[in-house]
């Protein structure tokens, strides 16, 4: 799906689960590990690209709490980094609106609680944490070079739903103007649901509304 001009990255996407949610396999080539990003379901299909890839996974990263990317973290034997502003969403079947679908979920794996500009690495892999609270209060994007995965704060034409409990549509406007907008425009996409893009179409769409 990725390689950067180094050839270093290797990047996967699946979509999993009735939400059409994107899971992303982050490796670093040179050392053959890789991490998992935002696993909502289907951990055996997951698995399966893992290992097609020749890959050992060795984490797991949830952009946010909610259950639509955290419900198969207990599939894999991997240590989750989560804001931890979120911690409590893993937790709480109410929280992370697992409840709501009479499948009420726990995560039960070891947690990292991570913060604004903390560095996660995959091997050579150096991930920066960028807090965008709004969506979740512990929602993040994470930044490689000019990659950003951005689960469900910003997507290729639109912005996350705030009309959960402990979502702010204030707040996640502000994150988006402080700490997206002034990226490069060349910055790429990956979001939590839909197709890849790039910060400037974002950006043109973002103006024509007026956010």
């Known amino acids: 799906m990725h390689n950067n001009k180094e050839d270093k990255i290797i990047l ?8 059409l949610t994107n899971c992303y396999i982050l490796g670093c080539k040179e050392e053959n590990l890789c991490g998992i990003i935002d696993p909502g379901s289907e951990g055996e299909k997951i698995n399966k690209l893992i290992d097609d890839l020749k890959l050992k996974p060795i984490l797991i990263i949830n952009t946010h709490g909610h259950f639509d990317h955290i419900g198969a973290n207990d599939l894999f034997n991997l240590s ?11 937790k709480d ?5 697992s409840s709501f679908f009479s499948l009420p979920y726990i995560c039960k794996n070891h947690t990292f609680p991570i913060e604004e500009k903390n560095i996660i690495k995959i091997g050579k892999i150096k991930i920066e944490i960028i807090h965008t609270p709004g969506h979740t209060p512990g929602s993040v994007c994470l930044k490689i070079g000019d990659i950003l995965f951005t689960g469900d704060t910003i997507f290729a034409e639109g912005i996350g739903r705030t009309d959960f409990p402990q979502g702010d549509e204030e707040v996640l406007i502000k994150s988006i103007k402080e700490k997206l907008i002034t990226l490069p ?7 939590g649901h839909g197709e890849p893009s790039n910060l400037r179409d974002f950006k043109r769409w973002f103006y024509k509304w007026n956010l």
Do not use: A, Q
Not at 12 to 19: K, N, P, T
Not at 93 to 97: A, I, S, T
Not at 185 to 191: A, E, G, K
């Open 185 to 191: 425009d060349n910055t790429i996409i990956y979001p």
């Open 80 to 90: 989750v980094y989560i804001h931890k502003d979120d911690l409590e969403f893993l």
């Open 93 to 97: 079947p109410e929280k992370n609106l």
């Open 12 to 19: 996967e996407r699946i979509i999993v689960s009735d939400f």
